[in-house]
């Protein structure tokens, strides 16, 4: 390149200084071209320019800027990423979509909420003018004189009226001095105003005292504060007015149901307080009708509340309303909610004015409660307890056994012997329990537990009652020694624990024992008085001791079922049962009329579900038991059985028994006839032989109903006695010479014991087995003897003059006797032979 060469000259090429760099090390913007760096860089000399240092600091700045700024972006995305992903999720979540839901439905209905605020507040001006009359009229004083003056009590009303006078003295006189302090207070602040508005027209405020030029400056701030606030402060108030009056014309019944739920159609099983105070109001119960007619509001204690597969409320009644008046009108109560009588539990809580109410879900307890927990695998443990149903609140029991004891009844087909079965299964996958099982009737419920079991008898005749009286005997024996060996433990403990039940040495297992149909048992003519009484010693005592009676009856009354069984046992079950009566004599006394009714059970529909007391903390629980079944083509019972046994073997034990055997089938007693005769002489002197036939047939009917004359003759020349003919050719038995046969017995049977030999016979000619085989006795009683006076109680009235006839296990009478004893023959009479 050539410049011209001033004042006419020759041309000279001129050369520039450079070198080619890249567009990122120069900084150039030419689109990333390779170009020309003219007068920057380097100089020839080699040294770098200002502005090329410059230019080198520019795009440092501009590559850091570059990372701050996708640094920053990246980050904000994440975070933005994370805000929009929990936003996500919180609306799709159920709280969420019910919470669109209720805003959809509110958006929607918002022409009807503001009308029914606009109403709630009309109505709240109204009560506050009513209230204001009131007060002005001295309307609530008048209305004590009116009711005074009808009901003719003067004394009442003049208190009433001069009530009404006293109080108008005092409300004037209240006045006058608020009008006197608020007059000086307007005098005061009056003057001060005027003073200040003068001191402001005479002074400059640079003039005035620092103190004074505060005093304007506030008052100035003050103004424009209330210029700038005054009308959002007239705002707030005002709508603190309406929310006000809108608040005391709102529904008098509590909760606020309204406002958060979306439809009442859609959501039929809700329940809040508003529908439970409605419902009650409805009830026809006098005080409650009054209260609410006062404009009463009912005491919450508890909310409402999801409780399991229910709502759940507590309520403190008003003056004169009991739980028991609710619980009385449990149907009435269930309509006004909605629901069935079996899904509306109103009970008393700790006190009588309280009432627990349960409301169960609509249609909740009519499904199954699903399979046994243990069905398949598992084992127990009866110390914790074994699986036995679903709670109204659909969770799973654990019944007790341990330290309780069990009355399990209701109607013939509604579940009685499958919850028995339940708990025997139960039992029987904890390794170390004994089992027992006696059914009184020919029901194969519990043989597939034959392999289980150490004792088992089933069947209706005479055999098996006697069986389970000798077990129920037996068992008392066994905690006698088992106190005994707790005696002897270190610390003496109170009762038989997992601990010491591990221990094989000691004895001390759990021992269950199952009687089914248990009322057979207690209303057998020969075993059930004496079994009544073993069964309510060892329901006292036996539970401290591990031994448990589970006892099941379809006949719950006080004939067939012990009063004291029922007082005493610990957990009661009720299937659907007829009548008040069952009702309480499976469940207590006291449980219907308080509201916990297994009448409201129906048959088959119901089947399963039960009303049960004692199994838990609660009151009571409604419980649809677990079903395990063994009937026709179907038997889950078994492999739950042989599943036991082989845990036993596996864990080298077996199946656990008390040291006695099990019981054999009893041969038949053969009465001591002796002994029966001077039973039904029943302390009469001479008792004509036809009526002492009568009574053996009534004392004993399985031996004595075919009995003729011939057989009661055979029978007294078996022991040396002859009917005797007394007035009038009638033969009779005579009390001394019954009386002598049995000293004549006791002195041979003395003698035998003395020498060491076996009875074989008397001189009279007693022969061996006459006197028969009397049942075992009660372990805390003596046995009776024939020597003794036989406390059977007699029928008549016993005469004061009568005599003890030597040996007699009764006395004579002077009168009362089958026969007179005045010397006197009766008329017609004729010889018995």
């Known amino acids: 390149m050539t410049a011209r060469k001033e004042h006419g000259g020759p041309l000279e090429p001129k050369v520039y200084d450079g070198e080619f760099v890249e567009a990122d090390q120069s900084g150039d913007q030419s689109g990333g071209r390779p170009g020309l760096a003219v007068n920057g860089g380097v100089h020839g000399d080699g040294v770098e320019s200002p502005r090329a240092a410059v230019r080198a600091v520019v795009v440092a700045l501009r590559v850091l800027g570059r990372w701050a700024v996708n640094g920053a972006v990246g980050l904000t995305g994440r975070a933005t990423r994370r805000v929009v992903s929990a936003v996500r999720r919180v609306w799709r979540s159920p709280a969420g979509q019910q919470a669109r839901t209720v805003v959809a439905y509110r958006v929607r209905k918002a022409p009807a909420d503001l009308a029914r605020l606009a109403w709630f507040t009309l109505r709240g001006h109204g009560r506050w003018l009513g209230k204001a009359w009131t007060w002005f009229t001295y309307g609530d004083l008048r209305a004590d004189a009116r009711a005074a003056r009808i009901a003719g009590d003067r004394e009442a009303r003049r208190e009433a009226q001069e009530a009404i006078r006293a109080d108008a003295r005092a409300r004037w006189a209240r006045l006058g001095i608020v009008l006197h302090r608020s007059g000086i207070t307007a005098v005061v602040v009056l003057v001060l105003a005027v003073v200040l508005w003068l001191t402001a027209a005479v002074l400059d405020r640079s003039q005035m005292w620092p103190w004074l030029a505060g005093v304007y400056d506030t008052l100035d701030a003050l103004v424009a504060f209330v210029s700038v606030a005054g009308p959002w402060l007239l705002l707030a108030m005002l709508t603190g007015w309406l929310v006000a009056a809108a608040f005391e014309g709102r529904d008098r019944t509590p909760g606020v149901g309204w406002l958060v739920r979306p439809d009442r159609d859609d959501a039929g099983s809700w329940v809040d307080e508003r529908m439970i105070s409605r419902a009650l109001a409805h009830l026809g119960i006098t005080p409650l009708n009054k209260f609410f007619k006062d404009g009463g509001e ?29 619980a009385g009108r449990r149907s009435q109560l269930a309509a006004n909610l909605g629901r069935a009588s079996l899904e509306t539990w109103p009970t008393k809580g700790e006190e009588d004015g309280v009432l627990d109410l349960w409301v169960a879900d609509k249609g909740v307890l009519r499904g199954s409660a699903g399979d046994w927990p243990l069905l398949h695998d598992g084992q127990s443990d009866v110390f914790e307890g074994v699986p036995f149903g679903l709670t109204q609140r ?103 624990s997992r601990k010491l039940a591990d221990k094989p040495g000691l004895g001390l297992h759990p021992l269950v024992c199952a009687i089914d149909e248990c009322h057979e048992l207690f209303q057998h003519h020969r075993f059930g008085k004496k079994a009544a009484e073993l069964a309510v010693r060892l329901i006292r005592r036996g539970r401290k001791y591990g031994i448990v009676l589970l006892l099941a009856t379809q006949s719950p009354t006080k004939d067939s079922i012990p009063r004291e069984i029922t007082r005493n046992v610990s957990c009661g079950v009720a299937f659907s049962v007829a009548d008040q009566v069952a009702n309480d004599g499976l469940l207590g006394s006291g449980k219907y009329a308080a509201g916990i009714r297994a009448t409201e059970l129906r048959i088959n529909t119901d089947r399963g579900t039960c009303v049960a007391v004692g199994i838990t903390d609660e009151t009571f629980e409604l419980v649809r038991t677990f079903y395990v079944p063994f009937e026709d083509g179907t038997d889950d019972v078994s492999p739950v059985i042989a599943r036991a046994m082989a845990l036993i073997e596996d864990a080298g034990h077996s199946v656990a028994s008390s040291a006695r055997a099990a019981i054999e089938p009893a041969q038949p007693v053969a009465p001591d006839h002796l002994a029966d005769i001077a039973e039904v002489m029943q302390g009469e002197r001479r008792v004509r032989t036809q009526v002492v036939l009568t009574r053996l047939s009534t004392h004993n009917p399985d031996h004595y109903e075919g009995w003729t004359f011939r057989d009661l003759t055979a029978a007294l020349a078996d022991h040396g006695i002859t009917a005797r003919k007394a007035h009038g050719g009638v033969k009779a038995i005579y009390a001394e010479d019954v009386a002598a046969a049995l000293a004549r017995r006791a002195q041979h049977a003395h003698r035998d014991e003395a020498d060491g030999s076996d009875a074989a016979g008397d001189a009279d000619g007693d022969q061996p087995g006459t006197r028969g085989v009397l049942p075992a006795p009660s372990p805390d009683q003596s046995p009776w003897t024939d020597q003794q006076e036989h406390a059977t109680g007699t029928t008549g009235t016993h005469h004061p003059d009568n005599r003890r006839n030597p040996g007699n296990s009764g006395s004579s009478r002077g009168g009362g006797g089958s026969l007179p004893d005045d010397g006197t023959e009766m008329p017609g009479a004729a010889d018995d032979g």
């Open 394 to 496: 659909g969770l799973v029991i654990n019944a007790p056994l341990i330290g309780v004891n069990w009355l399990v009844g209701g109607r013939p087909g509604q579940g009685k012997s499958s919850a028995l079965r339940t708990l025997m299964l139960g039992a029987a996958l904890d390794l170390t329990v004994e089992l027992w099982a006696f059914v009184m009737g020919e029901s194969p419920d519990f043989d597939p537990f034959q392999p289980r079991l150490a004792r088992y008898r089933m069947g209706a005749d005479d055999a098996v009652a006697e069986a389970a009286t000798q077990a129920l005997a037996d068992l008392l024996e066994e905690m006698e020694r088992r106190g005994r060996v707790l005696g002897e433990q270190p610390g003496r403990p109170p009762k038989v």
């Open 298 to 326: 009912l005491v919450y204690t508890v909310p409402a509340r999801k409780d399991g597969d229910g709502t759940a409320a507590q309520i403190r009644l008003p003056l004169g309303v009991t739980a028991d008046m609710v």
